[in-house]
């Protein structure tokens, strides 16, 4: 399957934007089943449509191609290597990478290519937690942890956050985490956040940083969170303002009774592409 179907499939060669699944749930401590999340997301994007009205484009023109999924889950160490092999490759080829997971583990690999590749590089978090466990039911690459591994590689910015381990505390610095319900109250903590971000920004996007009454299909909801479009002018802005260099959607835990998530998660990755491609 290719995201957005016929009307997107693009060859490897041809494409400036390579979409990478990574149906991995093996680290999940909840509700199962992000590791359906890739063919949701993929099955769901035909039923976009590819102007943007946005931003006035159609970013179709840049080629976007969908690989063939990693598949490997042997163990979460064997699962991250790939990832990180997989997205290195793609960086390689001069293409921008897409991540769709998966629980929150996936993205570890990618944060790992693509620090390699950027020094100057800031990861911002959007997500309902904070993730900053050094290690979660014996594994330090749990998606528990995956924020943890994350400033271990490059400087990271928190946005939504609303639940958090005591444990973390360690690990976090309240002076680079905008929690949701401040940012509730004070709409400027968005223009904060992005005052730290560096020149080049990686984006991981797990999607239960959604309020759960537009999307409930998460593995571990958290009410509270911020809207659709509140979360993606911010990310407009992210674009606009800073180098994009990938990004990740994560932890869409699919319900076959209830297919709008599906396509709300189809919609976050086209626009933010369609956010980061226009000008390009």
């Known amino acids: 399957m290719h995201f957005g179907g016929y009307e997107i499939e693009s060859s490897y060669e041809n494409s400036s934007i390579v979409i990478l699944p990574v149906p991995y749930d093996e680290t999940s401590t909840y509700m199962k089943g992000a590791d359906k999340g890739p063919?949701?997301?993929?099955?769901a994007s035909p039923n976009l449509e590819y102007f943007d009205i946005?931003?006035?484009?159609?970013?179709?023109?840049?080629?976007?191609?969908?690989?063939d999924p990693v598949?490997?889950?042997?163990?979460?160490?064997?699962?991250?290597?790939?990832?990180?092999?997989?997205?290195?490759?793609?960086?390689?080829d001069n293409k921008f990478p897409v991540i769709i997971g998966g629980n929150h583990s996936v993205s570890i690999g990618s944060f790992r290519a693509v620090a390699r590749k950027f020094k100057n590089l800031t990861i911002l978090?959007?997500?309902?937690?904070?993730?900053?466990?050094?290690?979660?039911?014996?594994?330090?690459?749990?998606?528990?942890?995956?924020?943890?591994?994350?400033?271990?590689?490059?400087?990271?910015v928190q946005v939504g956050i609303?639940?958090?381990?005591?444990?973390?505390?360690?690990?976090?610095?309240?002076?680079?985490?905008?929690?949701?319900?401040?940012?509730?109250?004070d709409k400027k903590l968005y223009s904060k956040a992005l005052e730290l971000l560096n020149t080049d920004v990686y984006i991981t996007i797990d999607l239960d940083v959604f309020d759960p009454s537009i999307m409930?299909?998460?593995?571990?909801?958290?009410?509270?969170?911020?809207?659709?479009?509140?979360?993606?002018?911010?990310l407009r802005r992210v674009a606009e303002e800073r180098n994009v260099v990938g990004f990740d959607v994560v932890e869409l835990c699919p319900n076959p009774d209830n297919k709008m998530p599906d396509f709300v998660a189809a919609k976050v990755v086209y626009q933010l592409l369609s956010y980061i491609?226009?000008?390009r």
């Not at 063919?39 to 099955?43: F, T, V």
């Not at 946005?54 to 690989?67: A, K, N």
Request: aromatic share 6%; hydrophobic share 35%; with cysteine.
């Open 39 to 43: 063919d949701a997301i993929i099955e």
């Open 71 to 92: 598949e490997e889950k042997s163990s979460p160490e064997a699962m991250a290597d790939a990832v990180e092999k997989a997205t290195a490759s793609i960086l390689a």
């Open 216 to 234: 409930p299909s998460t593995g571990t909801p958290e009410p509270g969170g911020p809207d659709y479009t509140e979360l993606m002018h911010f």
């Open 162 to 185: 609303r639940s958090m381990a005591g444990e973390e505390l360690i690990n976090a610095d309240f002076n680079r985490i905008f929690p949701a319900h401040e940012i509730f109250y």
């Open 54 to 67: 946005e931003t006035r484009s159609d970013i179709r023109h840049h080629g976007i191609c969908t690989t």
């Open 277 to 279: 491609f226009s000008k």
């Open 125 to 156: 978090q959007l997500d309902a937690h904070s993730d900053l466990r050094v290690v979660y039911e014996n594994s330090p690459l749990n998606h528990a942890c995956a924020m943890a591994r994350a400033r271990e590689v490059a400087e990271i």
